[in-house]
């Protein structure tokens, strides 16, 4: 069982309170495969009404409206809308270069999974959270109902940071175990030198509504270092020399500026919703505020 | 210009001194060492460094640049070590007396600028090229000289200083600067008195005169000066100017007024002047003439009766005909404007000195008279006394003293009218004279008493005696006088001169040989008047006493104003002993002077051309007027060679001669300058 201070350490009890008034938004309409308590954009059987469509043949009879056959003489069929329950991953990319950062970006990582898989979890949510990156050492769980939130904590508890699977070789293997409905949430930084559009790609495939959160440390945006150094590279050794110079930070913010923009050029064309996010932005002020305004949560 | 360099050191030293940039080259391969720092990923600064590195030239320079300075220090080093050094101008000695002429010469234009901007700017191109460590002083001078900057060796002071002389209208003496040059080269020797001897060891000094050469050539003593003469402006150069302007009464016609002027064409080629007199800002009279080269023009304009104002003649267009077909401008207009106030008739002031005579008071007392003078009337103690008589007299107060029956100690400072009297004027007669003789003897004097001289002649041209009929004047008894050399006899008798003028300096004095009221003390002891002569009842008296106050009052006192040059003194008179002067100047400026005992003043600040007015009591006084008039600085035709003493001293264009000017402290400098470089760079991408 994981210790209450370690699940008080990625959920606060003040942002519970808060998560449990909000419910995830999906842009697109899925077929749940139980009813759930969340009012789909798909139409079907509920107590709702919807609208009117024209009658085709085989529409089922009961819900052709007969007061208005009587009316009008034509067949219209009722439509209502449909009750359903939602899938909802969330995907934290486990690689070494997220063990960066105050706190690390690892961490604030499975916070943001944490939070986000309770918001699914109390609105009757089908919620799986995972890791990416090395396979981990017990299947993720899939949990419904508010009182899974401690086998979701005590899960996230148990990730570990390493391994040095490439992320497209993860997605591959995700997409191949998960079927391709409902939302996932991606949370990484982006970080690969072999590049994350593949990684994307496979996921676009299996038609996910698929969520962005590029997570970066408040360093990799105003990094504190002068002087020659010798810059190894945490997942893969690589030696980069540099004399840190004026001209050359201007540069670096220049790239990261644009590796920036190039993600989420990526993300836009492609339908995938991207927030850069940095680790010194408290998790619940990132829910609340910018989730909530880019239309992840409600 | 060729680079000259000096070995200053042996084949060991230079072997040192050329292994320092492989050291510098191997210790900055050596230094490198880098800190290692684990990231999350190498990937985003790979990504910058690659970036970088597309302009990979630029990125080693850039990477090497405290190398390549360090390399670039040292070369300077060893540039400076070698002595380069250029072929330049240095000027001879090292101490120099700039003396720069700012007369009205100086304001000619035909350099296309004033003579005076191109002798400032050949005077800072001369101190430009001081050696660090000599020390100059400028001077600029017109007919005075003026220190500008004493010695110093600070050459943005002394540029500021020549920049700071201003143009003036005053005639050039070179004689006064080269004094006050001479004084404080060497100090030993006083700049007042140039046969002071010398007391302190003399320092030599070069003396660099830029000037037109208009100056008469001054015998000046230069001691141990070198002389060295720039001459400024053009040889050939055009000038029309107006020489002279006054206001004359009409000769014929005493109560017309008269403008004479004389223009002057001092240029080789034909001038054709457009001229304008102008009378209290009104045009009265336009002319144009055509001067031959080298000569004068006289323009007479009558003015009709006198009036007052002022009289302004100006050149309004001057232009010169060459005889290859060319026309240039007047060069100088500093000269080509000329003024003259004419002045009212003012009252004469008369003093009658009297023991009591009828006729003479009577005369001075019709309406007419009243007009034409102010009459006080004094008894003969008066001359004994000292009073106001005594300082009134010598202070020039009075126009005309008539001294009736006596005679004064001595002559006032003013025209006189002796009746039965002579002046007290005595001369010395000179130191050959024979024995018995003796040493002085009267100018005026008188022959012994005769009776009844018929009168034969009078003087009908002279103003005295004009218009005047002495057929029916009887004379009882005179004492035909001795004329004085230079004297005028106006009324003749068959027995000798009765009455004579003469003039003394710039006053004349009056003299009747017999009295018009004679005394006789009888035997009871009773005093008896009776009249020596009827003149006083005929027509011709009264006619008389007008021609007097015609002739010595303010008629006479009037048109004729003062004219100086600028920046000479004046002397001005007040009406009344210690009331302040008021003087106002062309431009408008007012100047309070002050007046002394006799009523004179000084005026100095006769630095603006155009009519002065002087003030007392807030009511206009008298006119002066300041013009050029100044032929030595209206020819402005440059002299390439002028005369100092007995040392005849040619004009240089340049005066410098060539030296070599060390270049190693300028490559001391920049190599300061690069080690700051060097420093910046460093200290700015270790702090970043």
Excluded at chain 2, 159 to 167: K, L
Excluded at chain 2, 425 to 430: G, K, N
Excluded at chain 2, 584 to 595: D, E, H, M, N, T
Aim: contains cysteine.
């Amino acid at each position: 069982m994981p210790s209450q201070t370690s699940a008080a350490d990625l959920l606060s009890a003040e942002l519970l309170a808060k998560l449990e008034r909000m419910e995830l938004v999906s842009r697109k309409i899925f077929r749940g495969r139980m009813k759930g308590e969340r009012r789909s954009r798909r139409k079907g059987q509920s107590v709702e009404f919807a609208d009117f469509r024209n009658y085709v043949p085989g529409d089922d009879l009961r819900f052709i409206d007969w007061n208005t056959y009587a009316r009008l003489d034509r067949l219209f069929l009722k439509m209502f809308m449909e009750e359903e329950d939602l899938h909802f991953y969330a995907l934290i990319d486990t690689s070494p270069s997220m063990d960066f950062g105050q706190p690390t970006k690892f961490h604030y990582a499975r916070q943001l999974a944490a939070a986000l898989g309770f918001i699914g979890l109390v609105r009757g949510d089908r919620v799986k959270v995972l890791p990416i990156g090395e396979s981990p050492r017990r299947a993720a769980p899939v949990l419904r109902g508010r009182h899974q939130l401690w086998r979701m904590l005590e899960y996230l508890n148990g990730l570990e940071p390493g391994g040095t699977v490439a992320l497209a070789e993860a997605a591959k293997g995700f997409c191949l175990q998960n079927s391709g409905k409902g939302i996932l949430v991606l949370i990484t930084d982006l970080m690969d030198k072999s590049g994350y559009e593949a990684a994307l790609r496979y996921l676009l495939a299996q038609d996910f509504d698929i969520y962005l959160i590029h997570l970066l440390s408040a360093e990799e945006y105003e990094p504190a270092v002068q002087g020659d150094l010798r810059l190894i590279d945490c997942e893969d050794g690589d030696v980069a020399e540099v004399t840190v110079t004026a001209p050359l930070l201007k540069r670096y913010k220049q790239t990261l500026h644009a590796f920036i923009e190039g993600a989420r050029d990526f993300c836009s064309r492609r339908g995938i919703l991207y927030f850069p996010a940095r680790n010194d932005l408290p998790v619940d002020r990132l829910i609340s505020g910018y989730l909530r305004e880019r239309g992840l949560v409600r | 210009m060729p680079l000259d360099l000096v070995n200053m050191l042996s084949w060991w030293q230079w072997l040192i001194l050329a292994a320092a940039p492989p050291a510098i080259i191997a210790l900055y391969f050596l230094k490198l060492k880098r800190r290692p720092l684990e990231v999350p990923s190498t990937y985003l600064w790979r990504r910058s460094i690659e970036d970088l590195h597309v302009n990979t030239i630029w990125q080693r320079l850039r990477r090497n640049l405290l190398l390549f300075l360090q390399l670039l220090l040292l070369l300077l080093i060893m540039l400076a070590v070698l002595r380069p050094g250029v072929k330049g101008a240095r000027l001879v000695g090292n101490r120099f007396v700039f003396l720069i002429d700012n007369s009205a010469s100086m304001q000619a234009t035909d350099l296309g600028e004033p003579r005076l901007e191109a002798a400032k700017q050949a005077a800072r191109e001369t101190i430009e090229r001081m050696q660090p460590g000599d020390v100059a002083m400028v001077v600029s001078f017109s007919e005075i000289a003026e220190v500008e900057q004493e010695f110093t060796s600070n050459r943005r002071q002394l540029i500021e200083s020549v920049a700071q002389i201003a143009p003036s209208a005053r005639a050039t003496s070179l004689r006064e600067a080269i004094k006050l040059a001479s004084g404080l080269a060497n100090p030993g020797r006083s700049a007042n008195d140039d046969t002071d001897v010398q007391v302190a060891e003399p320092k030599p000094a070069t003396l660099y005169i830029f000037s037109d050469g208009r100056f008469a050539d001054p015998a000046a003593r230069l001691g141990n000066l070198e002389p060295v003469y720039r001459p400024i402006g053009a040889d050939a150069a055009s000038n029309v100017g107006i020489a002279v302007l006054n206001v004359r009464r009409n000769e014929s016609r005493p109560d017309q007024s008269q403008a004479f002027a004389r223009l002057e064409n001092y240029s080789q080629a034909v001038a054709e002047v457009a001229l304008e007199l102008w009378l209290d800002g009104e045009m009265i009279d336009a002319a144009r003439f055509q001067i031959p080269p080298g000569e004068s023009q006289g323009f007479q304009r009558d003015l009709g009766p006198v009036q007052a104002g002022r009289l302004r003649l100006a050149i309004t267009k001057a232009e010169f005909l060459h005889e290859d077909g060319g026309r240039c401008d007047d060069q100088l207009a500093v000269d080509n404007e000329a003024w003259a106030a004419v002045r009212k008739n003012r009252p004469a002031n008369l003093l009658l000195v009297t023991p009591g005579c009828e006729a003479i008071r009577l005369a001075l007392t019709t309406e007419l008279a009243g007009q034409l003078a102010n009459v006080t009337i004094e008894s003969p103690e008066v001359l004994d006394k000292d009073g106001d008589y005594a300082r009134q007299a010598a202070s020039g107060a009075y126009d005309l003293i008539i001294y009736d029956r006596c005679r004064p100690r001595e002559m006032p400072h003013a025209n006189t009218f002796f009746v039965g009297a002579l002046p007290p004027i005595s001369v010395r007669l000179p130191p050959d004279r024979e024995a018995g003789e003796p040493e002085k003897v009267d100018l005026w004097r008188a022959g012994p008493e005769v009776a009844g001289p018929r009168i034969i002649d009078i003087d009908a041209a002279h103003p005295l005696t004009g218009w005047l009929d002495l057929d029916d004047v009887l004379i009882a008894k005179a004492r035909p006088l001795e004329v004085p050399a230079g004297g005028t006899v106006l009324i003749d008798s068959h027995l000798g001169p009765l009455m004579a003028v003469a003039p003394r300096g710039g006053l004349e004095d009056l003299v009747l040989a017999f009295s018009f009221l004679e005394e006789e003390t009888g035997d009871d002891g009773a005093v008896r008047r009776f009249a020596a002569t009827n003149w006083p009842i005929r027509t011709s008296f009264p006619v008389f006493m007008l021609n007097l106050l015609h002739y010595f009052g303010g008629g006479q006192a009037g048109l004729d104003t003062l004219s100086v040059q600028p920046g000479r003194q004046v002397s001005l008179q007040s009406p009344a002993a210690g009331e302040p002067l008021q003087v106002i100047a062309p431009s408008g400026r007012k100047v309070a002077l002050p007046v002394g005992d006799l009523g004179r003043a000084s005026f100095g600040e006769t630095d603006e051309l155009g009519v002065y007015e002087v003030r007392s009591r807030g009511a206009a006084v008298d006119f002066f007027s300041v013009n050029l008039f100044d032929p030595a600085e209206s020819n402005i035709a440059v002299r390439q060679q002028i005369q100092l003493g007995h040392v005849p001293v040619e004009g240089r264009t340049a005066g410098w001669q060539s030296a070599r000017r060390e270049l190693w402290k300028a490559c001391l400098l920049a190599g300061l300058g690069i080690l700051l470089l060097e420093w910046w760079v460093y200290s700015r991408r270790v702090s970043v």
